[in-house]
């Protein structure tokens, strides 16, 4: 299986352990699954709040998805950094995801870079202090997903269906205009295409919200919950979090309207350039402010 793969996946994690718990009763088994996947070491509070997020409150908060493509002797590199604000009250999700070749400070090493190398160099803290600073809200909480075999969570769905806006072919596939049907493999290839969209990069994000939002409502169907154990067993090969079992079911519990009507924010007037040889994005600093207002209101910190 191809190691690149999309961090969409990893927004199922925290819902569908949620929904198969209160649906199901099976506390054990995803506690213990929960236990093994949570990084303690991993900080608790940012920097950029005074408090940690009271979830039972049902206060606003803010999650990284980090899709990380780990290769043999070698730490990897984060490919998709996708960052939610999730607000109950006004019961919405706002979400924008990060080009990888994004030029920027990465923090910690006092170099200007390829935000996705951030990772390379210092791990999941390292991304977590260099998002940040480039958004400049903080980041509550954090998803690490190893891409190595993680889809294959859409092939214990049963797939996903999707409409696809434009034909095209990779991968040795065909993907066909219209309602398609996608496993495993079929996915990854469908989100990983960009050459040949007309809007680059910023398609394949769009794949990737189409195809999050089809595994959110297709995962939680009444025959995928009776899964749970194949379900679980992949989640405790593939994710690492800084979320506890408790703060998974607070979320489910008070967060799940909100998680699902998701308003997609984007970097699209920024410019590609080369440095020193280099390919670099650059985003557009007013667009960048923008973002950081909206997220910053929708998080209730402006």
Known sequence: MSKKKVIWISLITCFLIGVVVYASSIYN????TIQTI??????????????????????????LLLGVDEREGDKGRSDTMIVLT???TTNSTKMISIPRD?????????????????YAFGGIEMSLDTIENLLNIPVDYILQ??????????DI????????????QEGGYTFNEGIIHLDGEQALTY?????????????????????????????????????YKEFLASIQENIRTNM?????????????????????????????????????????????NNVTHQLKKHLEIE
């Open 145 to 154: 997903v190893n891409m190595e075999s993680f889809l294959e969570i859409v």
């Open 244 to 288: 506890t079992f408790e703060q998974m079911i607070d979320i489910q519990k008070g967060y799940k309207n909100a998680l699902n009507q998701i308003e997609t924010l984007s970097f699209e007037k920024g410019e590609g350039t080369r440095i020193d040889g280099i390919w670099y994005y650059v985003v557009d600093e007013q667009e960048l």
């Open 29 to 32: 088994d995803v506690s213990t």
């Open 102 to 118: 994004t030029y920027t400070e990465i923090i910690g090493k006092d170099k200007l870079d390829k935000i996705n190398h951030a």
């Open 38 to 63: 949570h990084e303690p070491e991993i900080r608790k509070i940012s920097e950029l709040r005074t408090t940690e997020v009271e979830l039972v409150k049902k206060e606003p908060f803010s999650l």
């Open 191 to 227: 989100v990983r295409m960009r050459k040949d969209d007309p809007q680059g990069d910023f398609g394949r994000q769009a794949r990737q919200k189409q195809v999050l939002q089809a595994i959110l409502k297709e995962g939680a169907t009444v025959n995928n919950l009776w899964k």
């Open 86 to 88: 999730v607000n109950p």
């Open 157 to 168: 769905i049963g797939g996903v269906n999707v409409d696809n806006p434009i034909a095209f």
